[in-house]
């Protein structure tokens, strides 16, 4: 529908919750290329300036006491610092790769939370529509209802046998039943408007066309796979089997850390009392270093500890995430074929209910039995139309399930918005 495409679009632009998620993944990145950072060298640069006076010093000497005056002196210095830690145990690569994942499962958030939020854009657009299509359904059963009114009234008028003054009464009640569910409706309709503009990023307003007054086709059921397409396809379960790893490598990362390191260090620069001379006094040096842990009180390995805790905490989310979206798909199929068979009986009951209600207005006419009757059968097909378009629109709901249980690729082609412009 161009008119939900529309509104889709908005929302995976301008969504607040998702551009939190949007800016989460580019923290993860930021943090990636900071631990890959460690692979690499450091080099510094410094420059100094400056100038100092000694204070004069004042002896003894042949009994007389005797001055050297301060000396003032300039100082000029350049330098280029490298360190370098040699990473033999693998610790920084294993934090890089971790980090790596970190980023994978972010961006898999971020998939999932525009999937969640396509589906709930979707079913406000759908409450939008359904109100005002159950709207139009009651002002055309008050329409009927007045018109059995002007009939029953003109019966009684007329001093009819078969009808009674409570006949009346009780068609005039029929209609002011249905006038009272009006209100409701117009109130939900515009609160699945302003919950609809708030997910595209929209202060409340009217987005839904004034021409939209039906519920949508089902378009045909989607291929449900086998259950392993789910690692692919749901972002949830993608984002959980990314912790696990990233958990897996931080636990290498800690065992490494208690292994000893070794770091080369070194230093090119230039330090002189003159600028003339400033080029002329070149220094370098260059150190190794090594260094290790003897003992912490069990610092380091209590970490280890906790990082392969970790690893079973992230292993059992996996798990039950892989279980959670095995167990919706089956769920939202199973509840979308029990609504089809409850709208095929609900179709049946609302045809039976009209052929009723012709059968109780012809012995009505010809005055064979009650009013009631009538009343009765009018009371049971509105009754039933109301119940079908609420299933109706109760399988539209369940099939937005059934595209968010399977999963897909659409999300992975999603890209990051534009920042928002500052008003000038």
């Not at 006419?365 to 509105?382: D, E, I, W």
């Amino acid at each position: 529908d161009d008119e939900l495409n529309e509104l889709m679009q908005h929302a995976l632009r301008d969504n607040l919750q998702l551009r939190q998620a949007w800016a989460r993944l580019k923290q993860a990145k930021a943090l990636e290329r900071g631990a890959a950072a460690g692979l690499f060298p450091r080099i510094d640069a410094s420059l100094s300036a400056g100038r100092s006076q000694s204070p004069p010093r004042v002896f003894n000497f042949g009994g007389q006491e005797q001055t050297i005056p301060g000396v003032e002196a300039d100082n000029f210095a350049a330098s280029l610092p490298v360190s370098y830690e040699l990473d033999l145990w693998g610790r920084v690569r294993a934090g890089m790769l971790a980090a790596e994942q970190d980023t994978i499962a972010a961006r898999a958030d971020v998939e999932a939370a525009a999937m969640t939020i396509s589906a709930s854009v979707t079913e406000r657009w759908f409450d939008v529509l359904e109100q005002r299509a159950l709207r139009r359904l009651i002002e055309d059963q008050i329409a009927v209802n007045r018109a059995q009114l002007e009939i029953v009234a003109s019966r009684f008028a007329e001093g009819a046998s078969e009808t009674a003054l409570s006949d009346v009464y009780q068609q005039r009640q029929q209609i002011q039943l249905l006038e009272t569910q009006l209100a409701p409706v117009s109130g939900q309709e515009t609160l699945a408007e302003q919950q609809l503009a708030v997910l595209i990023g929209k202060a409340p307003s009217s987005l839904v066309s004034a021409d939209r007054t039906g519920l949508p086709a089902l378009p045909p059921l989607p291929e449900a796979g086998i259950p392993a397409s789910l690692l692919e396809l749901r972002p949830d379960v993608r984002a959980a089997k990314a912790r696990v790893v990233a958990a897996d490598y931080r636990v290498a990362q800690a065992i490494a850390a208690r292994l000893p390191n070794l770091t080369l260090s070194g230093s090119l620069g230039f330090n002189s009392i003159s600028v003339a001379q400033f080029f002329e006094s070149f220094i370098w040096s260059i150190t190794a270093s090594a260094a290790g842990t003897i003992w912490d009180g069990g610092r380091l390995d209590s970490e280890i500890e906790r990082s392969e805790a970790v690893v079973e905490e992230r292993l059992a989310a996996y798990g039950q995430t892989l279980l959670t979206a095995l167990v919706e798909v089956e769920t939202a199929l199973t509840s979308e074929r029990v609504t089809q068979d409850r709208i095929a009986i609900l179709s049946e009951q609302v045809e039976t209910a009209r052929k009723t209600l012709e059968a109780a207005r012809l012995r009505f006419a010809a005055g064979v039995g009650n009013y009631l009757v009538t009343l009765t059968a009018l009371r049971s097909l509105q009754q039933a139309e109301q119940q079908l378009l609420s299933a109706q629109r109760q399988l539209l709901s369940q099939r937005v399930q059934v595209y968010r249980a399977l999963g897909s690729r659409w999300t992975s082609e999603l890209e990051a918005p534009e920042p928002p412009k500052e008003e000038s």
